[in-house]
């Protein structure tokens, strides 16, 4: 259970999702690993384009050394112990007509939190990051230049707190958000 309150009344599988790093070093299987892909398959997308991308590295596989080099140190410290990585990826351009596709990123994020929530509904942590080497990771993957390397996601089981590094132990809670009024204007854009 989460210590989050709403301000208005929302689903708890929102309310409840956060992005947490203790992970245990128990593997998820084959199968809990595909229903986020699943999940993610689902979600919407401009032109039902469908222009995200996920490429994975299982712990224990060659892929999760080379994937795991890339994550700066301090998300090193806590994603060692994950099932698996993944990078996320979206195309710039659309496939049908090969022009350019100004909500790429914007649907690879929906995609991202189909994953998020579909793994927080069975219990598992799946923490998104930016803190890793994106020119290398376009490397290491192939990733041809007219896709967008977006975000890795860290997914295992939860782990105990106490297995983190000292100075993570204290922030291992779900955070709270800004409220509505720093982020909703009506009609006109404000600072």
Not at 21 to 38: T, Y
Not at 102 to 120: I, M
Request: proline fraction near 5%.
């Amino acid at each position: 259970m989460t210590r989050r309150k709403s301000t208005y009344p929302i689903h708890d599988c929102i309310l409840n999702r956060w992005s947490p790093r203790a992970i245990s070093e128990e593997m998820i299987s084959d199968e809990q690993m595909m229903s986020l892909f699943e999940a993610a398959r689902w979600a919407p997308s401009s032109f039902n384009a469908q222009l995200w991308r996920f490429v994975y590295a299982k712990r224990g596989t060659p892929y999760f050394q080379k994937f795991f080099d890339l994550l700066v140190p301090f998300n090193q410290s806590w994603a060692k112990n994950a099932s698996f990585l993944v990078l996320i990826i979206s195309r710039t351009k659309f496939t049908y007509n090969d022009q350019p596709s100004r909500t790429h990123s914007f649907d690879a994020g929906a995609a991202w939190q189909n994953l998020a929530l579909e793994g927080s509904t069975q219990g598992l942590v799946a923490h998104a990051m930016e803190g890793f080497n994106y020119d290398k990771a376009r490397q290491v993957c192939a990733i041809p230049d007219d896709y967008s390397i977006e975000a890795m996601v860290a997914v295992g089981k939860h782990g105990l707190i106490a297995d983190l590094p000292e100075e993570l132990r204290e922030r291992e809670f779900p955070s709270d958000r800004e409220p509505l009024q720093t982020f909703l204007f009506e009609g006109i854009f404000r600072k």
